[in-house]
């Protein structure tokens, strides 16, 4: 995975070239004004350096789900005032993504001006990486740049159809991205853990058994480890438990067994009666101890702990889904505890911690940690493929040779 083309690769000066530049700019909105920059933000440098090498830069990227149909409501126009706020230059916006009316605004535009182009998915073509929309595309740029891992697990026409169009290269945001996700667990330095939680098993079995094969230990928690909880035959009371797939749980457990992979499952748990926060009924206790009315919501203080002196042993983290309930206290407090561990022992030069999942995010906002750990991926639908060790056609596309 780790050899692919960067802006490095491309001459100093571009001037007079015209970038195709994927970016990820579906910016979460609420009363026609971005609530959240992050994504902006991310792209910014890709843009500003391209267009201050002198290439005209033309953005290319969808917003919502028009499906294949013109919506005023999702044009690019909606993100222009973001985009021009986060960059500090004006942005010209361009209201069709190929033919004549591209053409002319190529024209307009100088040296290190920046375009963007429609909404992408306002034309079919794009999801079905229809090979004649991307020619069109294709015709107004002299190279192509990728710097939306977060849109890579679709082989559309402006996330993979150009890049075979066009020299194609990865922008800086993707290259982080590739590199980060290598370090993990492309080509991690062992011991690798990996922790995976969240609700359920099912939304998760590829990832489970991709990383019990790769990763030293694996981490179980959440609703999940409910199910392994109950393979191994503990009585899990109502917590969310998915019973059908104890016999799945099994065979993981064996096949991790078989490829030395040790599975950590928690001994002791936070329970609750009832799914809020603060319950009055809230304690903690040993798992073959949780009564009938009783749900697990969060992995045990002692399992945290012994889980923190895995970390300490492992040279590579690669995390997934929150160890419990983390949206209401206390049951926070496991993902918090080793979110802080794994965020001082990166801090101390020992791990090398990469995380990533949608609330996986906002768990490690909660621990106050996302500075701390090496790398936090934002990029939810893509991150959890490129973890159950799928081929991203967006990120195959720009590899060498
Ligand atoms: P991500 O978005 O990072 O991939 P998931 O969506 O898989 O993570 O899981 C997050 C959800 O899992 C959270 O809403 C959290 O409340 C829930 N969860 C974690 N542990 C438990 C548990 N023991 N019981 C019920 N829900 C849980
Ligand atoms: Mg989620």
């Not at 496991?334 to 990533?356: D, H």
């Not at 906002?362 to 790398?375: I, K, L, P, S």
């Amino acid at each position: 995975m780790s050899d692919f083309k960067t802006l490095d690769d491309l001459p100093d000066d571009l001037s007079g070239q015209r970038a195709l530049v994927r970016v990820d700019l579906n910016l979460p909105m609420a009363d026609g004004l971005a609530t959240d920059l992050t994504r902006a933000r991310a792209v910014a440098p890709t843009i500003l350096e391209l267009a201050d090498r002198g290439a005209k830069v033309l953005l290319l990227a969808h917003f919502g789900r028009p499906k294949g149909q013109r919506n005023s409501t999702m044009s690019m126009s909606m993100v222009q005032g973001a985009i021009e706020d986060v960059l500090g230059r004006e942005v010209m916006f361009i209201p069709e993504v190929a033919g004549p009316v591209v053409e002319q605004a190529v024209d307009i535009l100088g040296n290190g001006d920046i375009g963007m182009l429609e909404n992408t998915r306002f034309w079919p073509g794009e999801e079905a990486n229809d090979a004649d929309f991307a020619k069109a595309i294709a015709a107004n740029g002299d190279f192509y740049v990728n710097d939306a891992f977060s849109a890579a697990h679709r082989a559309h026409a402006s996330t993979e159809g150009l890049s075979h169009l066009l020299p194609a290269y990865a922008g800086r945001s993707m290259q982080k991205e590739l590199e980060a996700l290598d370090a993990a667990l492309g080509n991690p330095e062992p011991p690798v853990a990996a922790v995976v939680g969240g609700a359920k098993v099912s939304s998760k079995l590829a990832v489970l058994e991709n990383l019990s094969a790769k990763v030293q230990h694996l981490i179980i928690g959440g609703g999940m480890a409910n199910t392994f909880l109950a393979a191994k035959g503990v009585d899990v009371g109502k917590s969310l438990c998915e019973h059908d797939l104890v016999d799945t749980a099994t065979a993981i457990m064996a096949a991790a067994d078989r490829s030395g992979c040790t599975i950590h499952l928690p001994y002791d748990v936070a329970v609750a009666k009832e799914f809020a926060a603060n319950p009055e009924s809230f304690r903690i206790c040993n798992v073959h101890e949780v009564s009938a009315d009783e749900m697990i919501l969060d992995v045990g203080p002692q399992a945290v702990e012994a889980l923190g002196d895995v970390l300490k042993t492992c040279r590579t983290l690669v995390w997934n889904g929150p160890l419990g309930a983390f949206e209401m206290e206390p049951f926070d407090a496991a993902t918090v505890t080793l979110a802080r561990t794994a965020a001082a022992l990166t801090q101390e030069g020992s791990l090398i911690s990469v995380a990533g999942g949608g609330d996986t995010v906002a768990a490690m906002a909660h621990a106050g940690v996302t500075e701390q750990v090496t790398y936090i991926s934002t990029a939810g639908g893509a991150f959890l493929e490129w973890m159950e060790g799928k081929e991203l056609p967006g990120v195959s596309a720009l590899q060498r040779g």
